[in-house]
Structures are given as C-alpha cells and as structure tokens.
C-alpha cells in the first residue's frame, strides 16, 4: 500500500530499508518549523498562504514559530532595509542548525523595485539563502512552490552537509562562524 | 456670521502681519503664502487662537529643496486645516541650507514632533527647541541628507546593477 | 540570620525600580516592523519610545525619477492592505493637477473599488485585534472573503494585493461580467459573514473586558495629534475626507459616519466594523448606480484624455495623433503642466494626503505623502503608559498600523 512518498530503499515483508540520510530528511521535510520574518507586503501574501484557501499547514508547517531558536525554516518575506539588515543577521545567527532561508518576493531576493540608498538590495548579501520566491508578491502558489522546493532540498540533503569544507567556505564568505 | 473665505483669511494675517507676508496665491483653490522664517510660530499661534480662523489641525508639514534659490534653498511647506469651517492652508518658511534654522512647532501641534524629525532626516533642516532631534527613518550613522537635489537615488556601493544596464551610463 | 555573606547587588540596582523590555522589529504581535522600548514596572508601563525606519524605501525620492503613471505601484506599497485607495488617491491628484474631468460612471467603479479595498484592511485590523486577544478563529474565517475581494480585484486588474488599479483618467478596461458576477456573490454572502464575526467578538466578556478601557485617548489630544481615520473618530471626533472634501462623487451616496466616545480599543473595534457595513451599502448603491446606465454609457471607462490615456490600439495603428500619443505616454515624455497641489483621500487608517509640487518637466519636483499610520503612532507612548503589557499589545494592533506606510 502506497502511504506517501517513500525515500529510495528496499521493500521487504515487514520491513523497510534505506539510508539513514533517507530517513532523517523525510522526517524533517514533512514537519518544517518556519519563522516566517514578514516585513511588507510579501507578509500579507503570507499571510493567505497560511489561511484555509491555501494552507499551508498541510505540508506539515503548521507551528509557526516566532523564536528562532526553535525554527528549522527562516521565510524573509518583504523588503529588507539597511537599518534592518543587522537584525536579519542576528535572528540567523541565532537559528541552530540545520537551517534553511526562503527569500520570499523580489525585494527580498534582490531589492525589488526599490532600487535606492536605504534599501538592502538582496537578502543574500547578509546571509545565505536557499530557495528564491521571485513575484511582486509571489501569488500564494509560488510560496508553496518555494517551500516545496526546499522540502525537496531537505529531503535529499547529506547529512554530514554541514560539517562539509564546502559549507564551513559558504559560511566563511558571509562572515559567519 | 460670515462665512469663511479665503478673502476673509487674508485679509484677517494682512491685518495682522501685514507686508512680511508674501507670495500669495491659490493653487487649486488653497490658500498659498510666504511668512519669513521667524515669524513661522507667531503664524500658526495667531492662526490657532483667533476665534474666527481656528486653523487647529496640522495635516502636514514637509520640506522642499530649491537648489537654484540662493539664500533661500530649502522651504518648510505646513498645511493647515480648519476642521468646524473645512478650510486648508498652506504657507512656506524659506531658510538657506547652510544654516538652516526654524522654530519648532512641537509646542503648538504634538504631531509635528514626528513630522521634524523626518523632514530633519531628509534634508537637514534644524528645528530649533525640538524635545529630540535625532534621524528617524535612516539609520543613525548617516552623515548626509539624502532627499536634497544633488545627492543620487540608488546606493552607489551596489555592485549588481549599474547604470549601465539600465541605459544611464 | 543575616551575615555579610549575602548576595551583592549591582551598584545602582535599588534605586532602579523598571525592567526595560525590548518590543523589537521581529515580534509577533508587531504587525510590521517597528521597535517599541518599554519601561516596565512590573506588569505597568512607566515610559515608551518607539523606533520605526527598518523598512523605509525612500518612495518620496523615487518618485522624484518616475513619470505619474508609473509612481502608482509605488502608492500600492504605502498602505498594503488597502492598496486601491492608495491608487485612487494618487490618479486624483494627477487628475486635479491635469485637469481632468471624469464620467460619472468611471467615479462609481472608483467608489466601488475603494469601499472593497475599505473593507479589506478593516478585516484584517478587526481579526487581528481578535487575535492578540486569543482568538484565533475569526482570523481564519475571515480570511476566506478576503480572498473573494482579492478575487475581483483579479478580475479587474490582474493582481491581488499590490494592485496598480486603474489609470490617470479612469480604469484601463471595462468591469467583466465576471467581475459584476463576483461582487454580486460577495454582496450577498458576506453580510451574514460578519454577523458571525460579530457574533464571536461583540458582546464576548473576555473581549470586552480586555479592550474596553484600555488604549483610550480624548479627542483634545488626539485631534493634537493629528489622528485622522477610525482611531479619530473612535475619539467621538467625525471627520471623515469623504463627507468633508468629497472626491470621486462621494456627495451622491447615502452613508453615516460611526463615531465612538472614549477612543479605547472597544470603540476603534466597534467603529472599524461599523465602517464595514456602511461601506456594504455604499458598494450596493454604487452598484445599482453603475447598472443605471445603459448602452454607450456602459462601455465608458476613462475620461478623454488622449495627452495622458493610453489610446486604443486600433488607433495607435491607423491615426497619426494617437501613434504621437502612445509614443509620449510610454516613453514618459508627457509634460506635466507646473503647479502644486494637495489631494487628499480617507484611506483605511485615516487622511492619506498627496502633496506634489510639479515644475513643468516630465517627473515630480517634489511629492510628498502625508501618511496617516506615521502620524498617529508618535501618541502610541501617551495612550499605554500606565497600563499593562498586554493592553499595550492589544493597542499596537488596535491602531492598525502599516509599517510600509509608517517609513515609506
């Protein structure tokens, strides 16, 4: 009987092997934590994505959490000022890892219309991001797309990825320990 | 009693401030004049007190700069309303940009607390007696006025866009 | 018995009596990004002060690059839940400094529009306010007619939140049969949808004991303070753009103006929903009235305006005066005559105000927004001194405010 989507592995009667890195993404992929770091409008979008009409509990997100120190899942969603910059920096500082970014909307992923002095011109610059939601707003079925996405990500992700030299460079090219 | 007209309104400051107030005009039907920057208070005092006038609502009070007006670059522009009579005003301060100096207005309206200090962090217009003139929309380490003419829109720092793409440079 | 082996407190800690809490940028129950310092003594507040700019995107010197048509999605992101009000107000004041004269009908489509939009932001003020408070389900109830609104915004434009509604002189197409078709739905279905929500809030004693007397400001300040909106008239104030300076042919449709008495957070709530009925009638009546006409006068949906409307693109192909017309407009040649002017509009937190100063060239000299939410949110430190923290919270998402139109 088919129940969902089973990582690659072996069926047996009664039994069912796969890779440890198999089992641990499925596991999170279906029971993301999101922070979802709504500034501006994006955060109204969100804010229907997470109604009844498109539901995004259905995935398995549905504790949204405002701490990051119990979140997996960091949506930054809306325009991102220079004065806000640093704080952005300090609540993805403060996430335990593993933790993955979503840069919901085109001000997040690259400053939007707002081509001007005060305004961060991409959230990558300060942080690392995953998966890019690009829209002025994204309608609600790209930010499930997005998510969808990084479930994709988190479900095939090694799991030694973060003790990895290619990671520690990435971290290392934005400053961060 | 007489109903309130713009005539009746100017006739009322002409009496009052006589020549110091200058420039007068109705764009669209608004009340339009200049009052030398000093007087800018005794203004909107006699304007709020006089039982007749009763301008006792700021709706807005910005700043506009005139590069090519030496001696006068920058323009505190305050519009008043008076709610019982639905009669708006407007009238303009004019103060050079190196020492830009107005009196506050915070004593009068408490909204104009807010509205100085944006219109400081704009273009630097120092509102003398203002409670805590500090920058409220930029961050606090910015050391020019951004809004003013000659200062350019977009973060020159930027390294992904340039004017070249798009058809500037 | 006391020795001197006791714990040695920090110099200075006695005399200090308050906590000081940081209400940061991040914080769910700020809906937006502003920063809130409080001094705490206990539970009571003794002292506020407020940070806001973490979001401030320089529109008024962005505008100072764009031709008129294309500052509109800039308004879009002032109020965001509310956008076409904002779009409204802005092609008014195009319209005012232009010159321009609009159908009667193209003034009722505009009505209907902004009464949605209307509706729209005081749903979620409402639900959320319900919210903070505990209650999390008329959130999500009425979340699902906000999607209906956004449906028919969709219909008429093509987006659902930042709409870009409209144009300098009417609208850039004709109402669908789909779009009458969708609002007739949600003229129908929604009044019993708020009887609902009322049912869960109105006369809840939890609700009631939480916001009645909490968050309360005179009309004397408030008027100081240059309120204008729900929260003014909250205060037992009643002014309100629309009965004021009517714009858009509000003087042809029948509607009362609620107003409150103490200005704490019951009546903002109570005044907010009443608006929302009264903005049902006026979509009713509006629409009956654009029904009225028949024929010709249905396909009217702009002024003629061939200098600032895009003209249709069978002409642009065949009539030499149109191609010229559809040359400039796009490529923002249009000169705007010089002149300054003041527009303003009642948005969903109060006078939304357009000051523009044009000096004959093809963009603004100089606009400026006179943005409702930033003006009122200086009294926030006024209105909850002395009361406790979470009447303070009650009363950050009672005043609505917006941070895209607080740092604009």
Same mark, same amino acid.
Request: glycine share 8%; with cysteine.
């Given at each position: ?7 690659? #592995?072996?069926? #047996? ?64 969603? #809306? ?99 | ?117 944006? +219109? ?36 020159? +720092? ?12 | ?11 200075? %800690? ?22 809130? *310092? ?32 294309? *500052? ?25 400094? $232009? ?16 009464? $949605? ?10 639900? *959320? ?88 400001? %005179? ?15 909250? %205060? ?11 714009? %858009? ?86 000169? *705007? ?72």
């Amino acid at each position: 009987m088919e129940v969902g989507e089973l990582p690659e #592995g072996h069926v #047996g009667d009664g039994f069912f092997t796969t890779k440890l890195s198999g089992l641990v993404g499925m596991a999170r992929k279906n029971s993301i934590w999101p922070l979802p770091f709504a500034t501006s409008c994006c955060g109204i979008e969100f804010m229907a994505t997470m109604g009844a009409h498109y539901d995004l509990g259905r995935f398995g997100a549905e504790r949204i959490g405002f701490s990051p120190r119990q979140c997996d899942l960091l949506m930054v969603m #809306g325009t991102i000022a220079k004065k806000m910059g640093p704080v952005l920096r300090q609540v993805y500082l403060q996430m335990a890892e593993p933790r993955w970014v979503l840069s919901v909307g085109a001000c997040a992923c690259s400053g939007g219309i707002f081509d001007s002095y005060s305004v961060l011109q991409g959230i990558d610059q300060i942080i690392p991001v995953d998966v890019y939601v690009p829209g002025c707003p994204p309608r609600p079925e790209a930010i499930l797309d997005g998510v969808l996405k990084i479930q994709e990500l988190i479900g095939q992700e090694s799991l030694r990825r973060r003790n990895g030299e290619k990671y520690k460079e990435l971290m290392e090219s934005y400053g961060i320990q | 009693m007489m109903e309130l007209s713009n005539e009746t309104i100017r006739q009322k400051l002409t009496d009052k401030f006589g020549e110091f107030l200058t420039d007068w005009q109705e764009p669209y039907g608004l009340l339009t004049f200049t009052a030398p920057k000093d007087l800018n208070l005794k203004v909107m005092q006699f304007l709020f007190d006089d039982t007749e006038l009763r301008f006792q609502f700021l709706t807005d009070l910005c700043a506009v700069h005139y590069p090519e007006r030496t001696d006068e670059e920058l323009a505190v522009v305050y519009h008043l309303h008076n709610l019982a009579d639905n009669i708006r005003i407007r009238f303009k301060v004019f103060t050079p940009s190196e020492r830009p100096d107005v009196y506050t207005a915070t004593k009068l309206y408490e909204c104009a607390n807010w509205m100085e200090r944006e +219109t400081y962090d704009f273009y630097g217009v120092n509102f003398v007696g203002h409670p805590n003139l500090r920058r409220i929309q930029n961050v606090e380490e910015m050391d020019y006025f951004p809004m003013r003419k000659e200062f350019p829109l977009e973060d020159q +720092t930027r390294r992904d866009k340039d004017d070249e793409m798009f058809g500037r440079g | 018995m006391m020795t001197d082996n006791h714990i040695k407190l920090p110099e200075g %800690s006695i005399e200090k009596t308050t906590t000081t809490l940081n209400l940061g940028p991040t914080h769910p129950a700020t809906h937006g990004v502003f920063q809130n *310092i409080l001094e705490l003594d206990g539970e009571r507040i003794v002292d506020a002060e407020q940070t806001i700019g973490y979001i401030h995107r320089a529109f008024e010197k962005i505008a100072e690059r764009r031709p008129l048509y294309q *500052i509109t999605p800039l308004t879009d992101r002032l109020n965001y839940c509310s956008s076409p009000i904002n779009n409204m107000g802005w092609h008014q004041t195009c319209e005012k400094l $232009l010159g321009l004269k609009l159908p009667k009908r193209v003034d009722y489509l505009r009505v209907i529009i902004m009464e $949605l939009a209307r509706i729209s932001d005081h749903l979620i003020c409402n639900s *959320i306010v319900g919210v903070d408070t505990g209650a999390f389900t008329g959130f999500l109830y009425v979340m699902q007619y906000r999607e209906l609104i956004y449906e028919i915004y969709e219909e008429i434009c093509g987006s659902r939140l930042t709409t870009n509604i409209g144009r300098i002189g009417g609208f850039e197409r004709n109402f669908t049969n789909t779009a009458f078709q969708k609002l007739e739905r949600f003229l129908e279905e929604y009044p019993k949808v708020l009887a609902e929500f009322n049912n869960l809030f109105m006369r809840n004693r939890i609700f009631m004991e939480r916001t009645i007397g909490s968050g309360g400001i %005179s009309a004397e300040r408030a008027l100081n303070y240059g309120f204008t909106g729900p929260n003014l008239r909250a %205060s037992g104030v009643d002014y309100d753009v629309r009965v004021h300076s009517p714009y %858009s042919s509000y003087e042809d449709f029948d509607f009362i103006v609620p107003v409150g008495t103490t200005g704490d957070n019951y009546d903002r709530f109570m005044v907010r929903n009443e608006e929302m009925k009264q903005s049902l009638s006026i979509i009713t009546q509006a629409y009956r009235k654009v029904q009225e006409f028949k024929g010709a006068e249905a396909e009217v949906f702009h002024a003629d305006a061939p200098e600032y409307y895009l003209p249709e693109k069978e002409d642009v192909y065949t009539k030499m005066e149109a191609l010229i017309y559809h040359f400039k407009i796009v490529m923002g040649e249009t000169d *705007i005559p010089p002149g300054e002017v003041y527009h303003s509009v009642e948005g969903g937190n109060g006078e939304l105000g357009f000051y523009l100063i044009s000096d004959g060239g093809r963009t603004p000299y100089r606009l400026h927004f006179r943005r409702p939410c930033f003006i009122y949110y200086q009294a926030y430190a006024e209105i909850v001194k002395g009361s406790m923290l979470s009447d303070a919270i009650v009363t950050l998402s009672s005043l609505n405010l917006i941070a895209g139109e607080m740092d604009g």
